[in-house]
Nanobody, 125 residues
Framework: QVQLAESGGGEVQAGASLRLSCVVS????????TGWFRRAPGKEREFVAA????????HYADSVKGRFTISKDRAKSTVYLQMNDLKPEDTAHYYC??????????????????WGQGTQVTVSS
């Protein structure tokens, strides 16, 4: 059974940093595309960042470029989202997801196959 477990969220002040982790279990083939998404209160879920199955190619939303970095440690089956210079508008519930069929790059949001429960990030001004 595939499971994704996020951690690392918290409450911070603007300008601070957080690192989110997403541990993937139940997958033998670990060459998946992995993405981070977020949903703010009253808003639609939005894409944040993704890393391709090659562990190198990345893709970011314009709103986080230059501040967030996605990376993958294959040995630990973990994908990270390093978030620097956090802003109040980054406040949201953050989710990771994997797309196992490698249909395209970057995947569409609706092509992700498995999702975690998420971790809350709250940034105060």
């Amino acid at each position: 059974q595939v499971q994704l477990a996020e951690s690392g969220g918290g409450e911070v002040q603007a300008g601070a940093s957080l690192r989110l982790s997403c541990v993937v279990s139940g997958r033998i083939d670990t060459y998946d595309n992995t993405g981070w998404f977020r949903r703010a209160p009253g808003k639609e879920r939005e894409f944040v960042a993704a890393v391709k199955w090659d562990d190198v190619t990345t893709h970011y939303a314009d709103s986080v470029k230059g501040r967030f970095t996605i990376s993958k440690d294959r040995a630990k089956s973990t994908v990270y989202l390093q978030m620097n210079d956090l802003k109040p508008e980054d406040t949201a519930h953050y989710y990771c997801a994997i797309e196992i069929h490698r249909i395209r790059w970057p995947p569409r949001s609706d092509e992700y196959d498995f999702w975690g429960q998420g971790t809350q990030v709250t940034v105060s001004s």
